[in-house]
């Protein structure tokens, strides 16, 4: 495994994780969490990734039982959780200072745990202040419920807002962001987010690097019986994989399979190694429903050296999205 520093912070992460959406809850009961994540910490994974929302709390509950199980010392791994679906009454949502701070007590709760290392605001909250969230974010913190303090999916605006108002007040800024990233979404990590990762040393932890399935090759000839995107509950992803010039892209998977023969990995190993070896990327979030995905997955770690630039240009050939910034901001 690959270990460096999240963003400009003192704290080591593995440049691959371990993720619960989708599957914990929803296709693994708690022994099958407990082997796969006892899998990849075996391959030197760290970092254990959950949120309120996830099976509504029931991926955090299974993950408190297996850490239990597994016995590990708290010091030898991440766990983060992420606020902002805490139900369905008023005060279950949002970024409000009530919620943030009751979400992560029941978090904690749930993962049997007296801190997580990361806590998000899940996605922005239009109606609440920002001021209002940094300043309960770093009630969190100051109150040991968590170690450090992030966002997710959020603009490069809304992250500079939250740094002058904690400027402003002495307080804690977002430490990290946690962006959607793979080969076919590639322009908040690589452009947007550019300018924060070099002032403010934003860390990131991205997620999604198979592009919801697509990037394994599995839907070439069409939607398998039990990935993803044919769980009903996940209706909403199959509509949007579908739309999304699906054709096209499993026209350049198939072409990128064959890259990743020629590297001695397969198309999920490239696809999480590709996105492992970005400047901007602290961690690549995985996921996995099975023990042997989870081995394959952690053993892309061994193709990121293999991604020269020579490498990474050919694939840039083939994807042919590389973002490019607009003139003026080039120039300034």
Request: with cysteine.
């Amino acid at each position: 495994m690959k270990y460096g520093y999240l963003g400009r912070t003192g704290l080591k992460i593995s440049k691959l994780s371990f993720g619960s959406w989708v599957t914990f809850g929803h296709q693994m009961g708690v022994d099958a969490v407990a082997e796969t994540m006892k899998t990849a910490f075996d391959a030197g994974c760290i970092f254990f990734d959950n949120a309120e929302v996830y099976a509504a709390g029931q991926s955090e509950t299974l993950m408190g039982e297996a850490l239990k199980q597994l016995g590990w010392g708290r010091d030898e791994y991440l766990v983060s959780t992420k606020i902002f679906w805490g139900g369905d009454g008023p005060n279950q949502r949002g970024l409000s200072r009530k919620h943030i701070v009751e979400g992560t007590q029941a978090a904690l709760k749930r993962l049997q745990l007296e801190h997580v290392d990361l806590v998000y605001c899940h996605r922005p909250d239009p109606h609440t202040p920002i001021e209002e969230t940094v300043r309960a974010m770093n009630h969190v913190l100051d109150r040991g419920y968590a170690f450090y303090w992030g966002t997710s999916e959020w603009s490069a605006d809304q992250l500079r807002e939250a740094w002058r108002v904690a400027d402003r007040l002495g307080l804690v800024g977002p430490a990290m962001e946690q962006p959607q990233y793979h080969m076919f979404h590639r322009e908040r990590v690589e452009l947007e987010y550019a300018g924060l990762v070099r002032d403010k040393g934003l860390g990131t932890t991205t997620w999604s690097p198979l592009a919801s399935g697509v990037l394994t090759g599995k839907y070439n000839d069409g939607i398998p019986e039990g990935s993803r995107l044919s769980l009903e509950t996940y209706s909403w992803l199959k509509d949007a994989v579908l739309a999304d010039a699906f054709e096209d892209k499993i026209a350049k998977v198939r072409r990128l399979t064959e890259m990743a023969g020629d590297l001695g990995g397969t198309m999920v190993q490239l696809a999480i190694a590709w996105a492992a070896s970005h400047d901007h990327v602290s961690t690549v979030i995985t996921g996995a429903s099975r023990n042997e995905q989870v081995v394959e997955n952690m053993a892309a770690v061994a193709l990121i050296d293999k991604l020269t630039p020579a490498v990474r240009a050919e694939i840039d050939a083939v994807l042919g999205n590389v973002p490019e910034a607009p003139r003026d901001f080039r120039e300034g």
